[in-house]
């Protein structure tokens, strides 16, 4: 079953980049620019850099090592260091990986920040998604009281939405490098559970 929804994953993330090789999705994406460039403000933008800076690989790497020694000496939870830190990697390295298959340029419609590198798919909503859902993931399973549990969700729903619509306002990303980040570290994020839960199982 997980090998089918594997397929079907890596299926879908195909499709989708051939959609946008084949400049199948400028519409979809010009129109979301400008929707979301249309509310441009200072405010916004002081906001928008602000999750910029939260998402860069000069934050993401300290937080992520903060929790990594939270779980290791604090909540002695050592083993959930594996999925973590492996999943974080993981997600790093299939960026760097893909970036320079499909070699999209930039936005260059208007760009707030400059930012250096190719544009598909989205390494800080990868980022993004992969380490909020974990972190939730890891989290979930030692919060009992419900309420706890859905202030967690609507966090880290709130913060990769964020991350992603920051990077489309700030110009650096057209909104078909966010879904695509996204699909692929929901994909990522669900193998990854699922071999740490296997391997968890097996080294009780």
């Not at 939870?77 to 390295?93: F, I, N």
């Amino acid at each position: 079953m997980w090998l089918i929804l594997l397929i079907l994953a890596i299926a879908g993330f195909q499709g989708l980049s051939m959609l946008v090789s084949r400049d199948k999705l400028k519409q979809f994406d010009e129109t979301i620019i400008s929707a979301v460039q249309g509310q441009e403000n200072d405010t916004l933008t002081s906001i928008a850099k602000v999750f910029n800076k939260i998402g860069s690989t000069s934050t993401m790497i300290p937080l992520v090592l903060i929790i990594a020694v939270l779980f290791f000496f604090v909540f002695k939870h050592r083993k959930e260091l594996v999925l973590l830190l492996g999943g974080m990697l993981g997600s790093t390295l299939l960026n760097e990986l893909l970036k320079p298959i499909y070699k999209r340029a930039r936005p260059d419609i208007h760009r707030l920040v400059e930012q250096q590198g190719f544009s598909y798919p989205s390494g800080n909503a990868m980022a993004a998604l992969t380490f909020y859902c974990l972190i939730t993931y890891l989290l979930w399973r030692h919060i009992h009281r419900r309420s706890w549990r859905i202030a967690l969700l609507c966090f880290s729903a709130a913060m990769i939405l964020i991350m992603g619509v920051s990077r489309i306002y700030l110009g650096v990303h057209y909104p078909s490098d966010i879904l695509a980040g996204f699909w692929l570290s929901a994909c990522w994020v669900a193998l990854c559970i699922r071999l740490f839960r296997s391997w968890a199982r097996t080294n009780k």
